[in-house]
């Protein structure tokens, strides 16, 4: 599993590489861009596993306005190129330097969610069950 390894409020941690989706700009289309200019790898997309909203002040390094509400869509995807050195724009390494984890470790690292640890984990035994994640926090 491709994650970001970064800190949040003091702590080493992975998160899912990701982002903000822009007006207008469809689901997968957004994926790609943020995935290609955290890791510098063209994916895609092969099949949306859960939806996992956040109600809150604070979010894995990302300040929001009290009392917004951010959703987010975590799909299952495949690596299509390696784009790095093939396009002129550079990795932004701002939200974390990308590290490819074992799924049979997920459980064992500081994965941001936690909640997101067993439901990733079970990737490596069967296709989980999709849906709806709920508000999530930590």
Same mark, same amino acid.
């Given at each position: 599993?491709?994650?970001?390894?970064?800190?949040?409020?003091?702590?080493?941690?992975?998160?899912?590489?990701?982002?903000?989706?822009?007006?207008?700009?469809?689901?997968?289309?957004?994926?790609?861009?943020?995935?290609?200019?955290?890791?510098?790898?063209?994916?895609?997309?092969?099949?949306?596993?859960?939806?996992?909203?956040?109600?809150?002040?604070?979010?894995?390094?990302?300040?929001?306005?009290?009392?917004?509400?951010?959703?987010?869509?975590?799909? =299952?995807?495949?690596?299509?190129?390696? !784009?790095?050195?093939? %396009?002129?724009? +550079? #990795?932004?390494?701002? @939200?974390?330097?990308?590290?490819?984890?074992?799924?049979? =470790?997920?459980?064992?690292?500081?994965? !941001?969610?936690?909640? %997101?640890?067993? +439901? #990733?984990?079970?990737? @490596?035994?069967?296709?989980?069950?999709?849906?709806?994640?709920?508000?999530?926090?930590?």
């Amino acid at each position: 599993m491709l994650l970001l390894q970064t800190s949040f409020k003091g702590e080493d941690c992975y998160v899912l590489p990701g982002g903000a989706q822009r007006h207008g700009e469809d689901t997968s289309r957004a994926l790609s861009r943020h995935v290609y200019f955290q890791t510098g790898l063209g994916i895609f997309a092969r099949r949306f596993l859960w939806l996992r909203e956040y109600i809150g002040p604070e979010e894995a390094g990302l300040v929001i306005k009290s009392g917004t509400h951010s959703i987010e869509m975590i799909f =299952r995807c495949s690596v299509d190129a390696p !784009l790095v050195g093939l %396009l002129d724009d +550079p #990795i932004d390494y701002a @939200a974390g330097i990308p590290e490819w984890v074992e799924l049979k =470790r997920v459980p064992e690292i500081n994965l !941001l969610p936690r909640s %997101l640890r067993n +439901p #990733i984990a079970a990737l @490596a035994s069967a296709e989980p069950a999709t849906g709806y994640l709920g508000d999530i926090v930590r």
